[in-house]
T-cell receptor
């Protein structure tokens, strides 16, 4: 079945450094790739998404890149701040299944 | 506009007991979902309803049943709870199925412990 692998499972960076989280997916028909941020004890919330007709998308300090040939996509956070500390989930979905499959999550810690 | 509301927020069950998690959305969304979240396992789809009147199994449906009561409400039932069902459960909704590029909005979560 469909599968999304996410790495690393934990990531610790100094404030101001960049953080990169990578995901690979198995279903070549996937065409929608959102990223969710979940703060401790709260619900996951969408922070950025990308569709398969776009290779890169930016929103202030966050960006997502997509390589459809290799079936992987990445989240880039620049100039990290302590409030970026959270669990980040990637997901992939497409018209064939009509549902999102999530990665296992990455716990990001930004040290002041 | 409350978004996605789920109840209860916390529940402790004994093995073998049954319970129903309730979920309602006020965004006029067609699609609704139930996920469970376990440490290191991410968010795993239990069941989903692409539209009113339809339900489909997700990745981990065993031990659960669902009912799409109407367009707003989607409930999850544990018929005979087991300790392996201890988890955080999230209800979610989207305008249409999430794989089509529509944002999924999550409820606040329900913490369930089975002892």
């Amino acid at each position: 079945g469909e599968n999304v692998e996410q790495h690393p499972s934990t990531l610790s960076v100094q404030e101001g450094d960049s953080a990169v989280i990578k995901c690979t997916y198995s279903d070549s028909a996937s065409n929608y790739f959102p990223w969710y941020k979940q703060e401790l004890g709260k619900r996951p919330q969408l922070i950025i998404d990308i569709r398969s007709n776009v290779g890169e998308k930016k929103d202030q300090r966050i960006a997502v890149t997509l390589n459809k040939t290799a079936k992987h996509f990445s989240l880039h956070i620049t100039e990290t701040q302590p409030e970026d500390s959270a669990v980040y989930f990637c997901a992939a979905g497409g018209p064939r299944t009509g549902k999102l499959i999530f990665g296992q999550g990455t716990t990001l810690q930004v040290k002041p | 506009n409350a978004g996605v509301t789920q109840t209860p927020k916390f529940q402790v069950l004994k093995t073998g007991q049954s319970m129903t998690l309730q979920c309602a959305q006020d965004m006029n969304h067609n699609s609704m979902y139930w996920y469970r979240q376990d440490p290191g396992m991410g968010l795993r789809l239990i069941y989903y309803s692409a539209s009113e009147g339809t339900t489909d199994k997700g990745e981990v449906p065993n031990g659960y049943n669902v009912s799409r009561l109407n367009k707003r409400e989607f409930s999850l039932r544990l018929e005979s709870a087991a300790p392996s069902q201890t988890s955080v459960y999230f209800c979610a909704s989207s305008e249409t199925t999430g794989g089509s590029g529509n944002t999924i909005y999550f409820g606040e979560g329900s913490w369930l412990t089975v002892v």
